[in-house]
């Protein structure tokens, strides 16, 4: 998952970023609304973490603006006022849940996998499936049939991505977009590397493949015993 943080503290916006790469997210961070503003129309997020009081363009501003171009990114209000009248404000304008300063990272971390889950249309309560392949969201744990399967973080991470958007055709850049930040070097191959090891998790000792290789394009999770056509 891809997150953007929208905050002016610095410290604040560095504790989050450490907390969510723990989680192997990969985490933009914006200085100040305006650019919150233009990070978030240009690329890609899974969930923004956006605070009230910035700098140039107030938080609630940023987020009235995303809505009215029709960015429906999920949003969690970060905010130092207790008063009800801000967060009021944000849930009428668009945001999907608000949280109050100061916070635990596990409190924030929670919330934005709670608003995900909540717009992510493919998902029955925590748990995501294809074919005999489950992944359950709460208790982090992966299985093909009666086999558990440990994975990494990142692998996590992709089999998630892979699974809420199965059966679609997700090109490199796209699993690049939701699985790496914006420093990330998308010349190498580390998609294709990451992909194969995941694929080596689920598939060894299993007679059907569940993720393909459309050569050229992508992967696709799919319910399928066709060959693998690369
Ligand atoms: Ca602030």
Known sequence: MRVLIVEDERKVAQFLKKGF????????????????????????YDAIVLDVMLPKMSGLEVLEELRRQRITTPILI??????????????????????????????????????VRRTSADVRGSVLEMGDVRMDLLTRSVARGTKPITLTNKEFELLEYLLRNKGRVLSRVTLTEHIWDMDFDTETNVVDVLVNRLRRKLEDGFATKVILTIRGVGYVMKESADADPS
Request: proline share 5%.
């Open 21 to 44: 790469q723990s989680e192997a997210f990969a985490v933009d961070i914006a200085p100040d609304g305006s650019e919150g503003l233009r990070l978030a129309m240009s690329n890609t």
């Open 78 to 115: 970060l905010t130092a006022r207790s008063d009800v009248e801000d967060r009021v404000k944000g849930l009428n304008s668009g945001a999907d849940d608000y949280l109050p300063k100061p916070f635990s990272f596990s409190e924030v971390l929670a919330r934005v996998r709670a608003i």
